[in-house]
């Protein structure tokens, strides 16, 4: 049998580690996080290009909001919502003042949730519609335009941010995103927006995306695409996004504002009627229960067929947003009271 | 707790460490003491309910080496060994391969049987290999004993305990006893620089480049037809993930260890540098290689009963391989692949020696080195596709069987540009215990050219706390995956 081993410390006389390769080690990775944290400070509140689409997006929402007086109706969610609900149709045919206040998905529940509490009032009805993938999240979003945005456009929200979510959001940025906030900082670069599916310019008053129509379709999915993940993972584990949910219910209730949920307009597919996905919306239907807020329609209409998507399995076309809407009017007549013109 | 996760590195370690450190060291028992402790608590951390049966196994081969060491005559000790290595076998074989043995019988029965509901406990291949070399070990020379503590503190040491490497009694526990539990600066030094070098390989060379083999495979998996082009990057890419992933394991697990004064073997030597299948397998998980090729190859006879037993001896050995890598289909294939690779190997190496052909010009040494990854390549589709269908239409487009469109969701400058570096990295750059050999990372004399040695130095130290940064930046855009060993 061999025999037993060398001695270990029998190296420290020949060749040792010096003290410099500790200070090394510590000192390099604290200078380096001293002058990251130094560039970041730099370019908060710092205005880029990237994330403006979604931050006049917001505002155009918040303003529309702001502008009603009396109880209105919000139609809560990301993209799937702003391309796949018409607010003006819902307000026409039920005599009631809504506003689409979908917006980008990437931004997460936390901070689609903010703008809502900035936008309702006591007597209001929000019906909630969060696409499925924002489930699956925690507060901060691995998102660039997240990331962008909260720098950029909401330095307000990343500093009330808690520490750890802050440093989070910091260590998200990527290095061009870090370089382009500290040049803006010195040389602001134009604000012009790129052309681009989410367009500002083109939400009409109410809130909805248009320039969505059939004709202009870039998409040609069809069952073949990649189903949502979140939904097809037979059950959503406890994230925070749960708790956000739940949190910003007590918060209505203490308010009197009046919160539903439904399904998110998505485009069929197969894997959605297996078990795994099955058991997945059963645990957001319980989530919901629990909580005693109200699903109104069924996730069987809510999935569209492929010809009515525009680019993405969430975003609808005008002429699918029109038939999606004719679904929702009936459950949304029901709890507004309202008659159907 | 993954070795690369945050609560590891910031609470599990800096707290073993300093408990470890503020024991004064001639207090060797409460040292060890301590050491199992935390290497409990590490294991508990991933499955509490598995600790009993961690202790049961311990005591049971502890026992049964007590009983080898008091047994006077062979025959009885053989008995006792063989019962010893059949309860281990048993108890790995319930836990790995009850439901495998089912599906089995169900496709030679062709009636469904029911499947039982068993999670294989975490590390129970490996600590049981442990166990059974220090029985066979106990068995050789009945005048080996140790006491409960240091034989516990040799199975449960967390650096090794989950996925190796595979250390034997006489490695380790002489270290327990002599001054080696008293670490120095050097030993943090060495440890710790290991520890890093592993920790970049996994989290900035292995997490990435996993996303074009799991693109790949995921695709074929789905039923998708893959192009060859797509076949090969994505092969590669698990090549490349595979060897970064378990060597970083490797390293990290040499560097934990040396950190409390402990030498751990070596477990990778630049395998994809091989130029035979044979050195292959001297290079690539060595210590695995070591403890089939003396527990199972020699006692099988080796190539002591001429070719054709040697061919069967080591087909076995392989086949076997295959099966403790997984209970499926895929996992022998690929163990029998090697063993045929192995095979052809020493019949090319007799041919040659036949002949007199000496041939070592650089160009031959490097067709042997293309053709041994080529070869190596093939056999990792059987190891990462799930199924033998999917495997198959890997495989199918990679000799260019089928046509199939490139996958769209590919970046494939990107991918380029990760894979090849690494590619140069794992074919071209000397290996962490080459660049540290001046420290003697591991128990085997290394030796490296002195312009290649690496002094740990102030430059050293920024270079790895550069590095480190590198790592927070990364674990915020994509989380620490599990070690693939960890699986086995």
Redesign the interface.
Known sequence: MPQAVLSCTSTSERAGATRGFFFGIGGSLLALLALYFGLIYLQLGVPTRASIWAYQINQKKLQRAASIQGPKLLLVGGSATLFGVQAEMIESRLSYPTVNFGTHAGLGIAYMLHLVRQAVRPGDTVVLAFEYNTFGQGVVRRDAVYVDYLFARDPAYFRALPWPSKFQVAMLMTVPRLRKGVRNRFRPESTRLAAGVYDPEKLNAYGDQLGNEAAKRTFQGDHRYVPEGTLTRRGLQETPAFELIEEFVRWTRANNIRVFATYPNIMEHPAYRTDAAQKTLRQIEGFYARLQVPMIGSFEESMMPPSMFFDTCYHMTREGAVVRTEQLIPHLAGILNREQK | MVFSSWPFLLIFLPIALIGFVSIPARYRTARKLWLCAASVVFYAYWKIEYVPLLFFSIGLNYTIAELLTRSANPRRAKTILAFGVSANLLLLGYFKYTNFILEFFDMVVRREFTRLDILLPLAISFFTFTQISYLV?VY??RNLHYGVLDYTLFVVFFPHLIAGPIVRH??II??YA???L?????????G??LF?FGLYKKRLLADPVSAYANAVYGAAN?GQLVSCFDAWLGTTAYALQIYFDFSGYSDMAIGLA?MF???FPNNFDSPYRAASIIEFWQRWHITLTRFLREYLYYPLGGNRRGPERQAINILITMLLSGLWHGAGWNFILWGGLHGTYLLIAHEWRRFRTERGWEWSHWSYRGICIGVTFVAVLFAWVFFRAPNLTVAANVLSAMVGLQSAPELGRINYPEALQLIVPLLALAFCLPNVQRLLA???PV?ENISAPTFLRL????????????G??AV??I???APSSPFLYFNF
């Open positions: 070990d050789r020379d006489w490695e002489p270290q002599a001054r080696e008293r670490p120095q600066r050097t030993d943090w030094g060495v710790l620089a890093l789905s040396r004064g402990i030498r001046q420290y003697e128990l002094r740990l130095n102030v430059v050293t130290g920024i270079a790895l706390g550069i480190f940064f927070i930046r674990h915020f855009y």
